[in-house]
């Protein structure tokens, strides 16, 4: 389990990295928000056991969308519109939890998980097309 948590965090510091270097404001931030949220998750939910809702991971998730839909309303481009549907999918996932106890827990772990890596991807992509499409300063 150790090393699907360290390849998780090669893939969001390259995304951070790159967003550092070629992406615009508004790809700074949502590099920011998904490391700000995947630290935040580490600290205080260090070993969820996923047999109940994990409230810790719900609530950073909640600021997470927040923070994702501020940047889909601050841009005329699309990718902040497909951050912000992943990250409500992530959402939809802790309430099915809430509302249905019998979901199992790995189901709703691999929800919770992996929901991360296309916002990552998402992200990536963003920053590395900024610069071409003039939008570096956006």
């Given at each position: ?10 893939v969001l510091l390259v995304t ?7 992406g615009g404001r508004l790809e ?13 998750t580490t600290v205080l939910a ?93």
């Open positions: 389990m150790l090393w699907t948590v360290a390849l998780y965090y090669g951070v990295a790159v967003a550092l270097l070629r700074r931030w949502a590099a920011y928000t998904a490391l700000i949220a995947s630290v935040s260090p070993n969820p056991e996923w047999t109940d809702i994990e409230i810790n991971i719900f609530f950073v998730d909640i600021a997470t969308l927040a923070s994702f839909w501020f940047i889909s309303l601050k841009t005329q481009r699309f990718w902040p519109y497909w951050i912000t549907g992943w990250q409500l999918i992530a959402i939809f996932g802790h309430i099915q939890k809430m509302m249905f106890s019998e979901i199992l827990e790995r189901p709703y772990a691999l929800l919770s998980m992996y929901i991360s890596y296309p916002i990552l991807f998402v992200i990536l992509y963003a920053s590395g097309s900024a610069r071409r499409r003039g939008d570096a300063g956006a």
